[in-house]
T-cell receptor, first 114, second 115 residues
Framework: AQTVTQSQPEMSVQEAETVTLSCTYD???????LFWYKQPPSRQMILVIR??????QNATENRFSVNFQKAAKSFSLKISDSQLGDAAMYFC???????????FGTGTRLAVRP | KAGVTQTPRYLIKTRGQQVTLSCSPI?????VSWYQQTPGQGLQFLFE???????NKGNFPGRFSGRQFSNSRSEMNVSTLELGDSALYLC??????????????FGPGTRLTVL
């Protein structure tokens, strides 16, 4: 079974600084999808960024980028120029294929210091 | 496009009762998935419906069931509620087309409290 591990329960970053959240996963598949979701105090799960495993280029969405290391099965999220609104729980998620379920990590709570 | 909607947002029930939660997906999406989120177990997959058929199912007891209607709206039912069923229930919609990148978009959730 696929597993997703987030080893940092909590992280803190100064406003305007950069922070990296870690995620590792275990799978025997060669093609799959990886996601980062953000869950603010409102509890709404919001998609931050996604990566297709067959793409070598790391995904980027404005201030958010990933470092995808397929061989190491690592998928970290970098948040640049952190803002107060970035404070939330961040979940890394794996999906074997379209139509399959999402498998989530345990989450990293990010605090942003003003 | 309007996002995923879930009703009700909050619900309080007592043990032994049953409850029905509703989810309306993004227009044009045919897949609806349900997840349970608790502090102890994290986010766990319940089931997925596509074109009115259950396509995937997680490891939950038979007390948890669902269905999907022809307009893609989905309902989840929990019978004989237990204290441990207290959780945030999240619904996610996607196009459901296998073979293409198919991102799941989540609703705001229904907070169920069982007393």
């Amino acid at each position: 079974a696929q597993t997703v591990t987030q080893s940092q329960p909590e992280m803190s970053v100064q406003e305007a600084e950069t922070v990296t959240l870690s995620c590792t996963y275990d799978t025997s598949e060669s093609d799959y999808y990886l996601f980062w979701y953000k869950q603010p105090p409102s509890r709404q799960m919001i998609l931050v960024i996604r990566q297709e495993a067959y793409k070598q280029q790391n995904a980027t969405e404005n201030r958010f980028s990933v470092n995808f290391q397929k061989a190491a099965k690592s998928f970290s999220l970098k948040i640049s120029d952190s803002q107060l609104g970035d404070a939330a729980m961040y979940f890394c998620a794996y999906r074997k294929s379209s139509g399959d379920k999402l498998t989530f990590g345990t989450g990293t709570r990010l605090a942003v210091r003003p | 496009k309007a996002g995923v909607t879930q009703t009700p947002r909050y619900l309080i029930k007592t043990r032994g009762q049953q409850v029905t939660l509703s989810c309306s997906p993004i227009s044009g999406h045919r897949s609806v998935s349900w997840y349970q989120q608790t502090p102890g177990q994290g986010l766990q997959f319940l089931f997925e419906y596509f074109s009115e058929t259950q396509r995937n199912k997680g490891n939950f007891p038979g007390r948890f069931s669902g269905r999907q209607f022809s307009n893609s709206r989905s309902e989840m039912n929990v019978s004989t509620l237990e204290l441990g069923d207290s959780a945030l229930y999240l619904c996610a919609s996607s196009s459901g087309t296998v073979g293409l990148t198919d991102t799941q978009y989540f609703g705001p959730g229904t907070r169920l409290t069982v007393l």
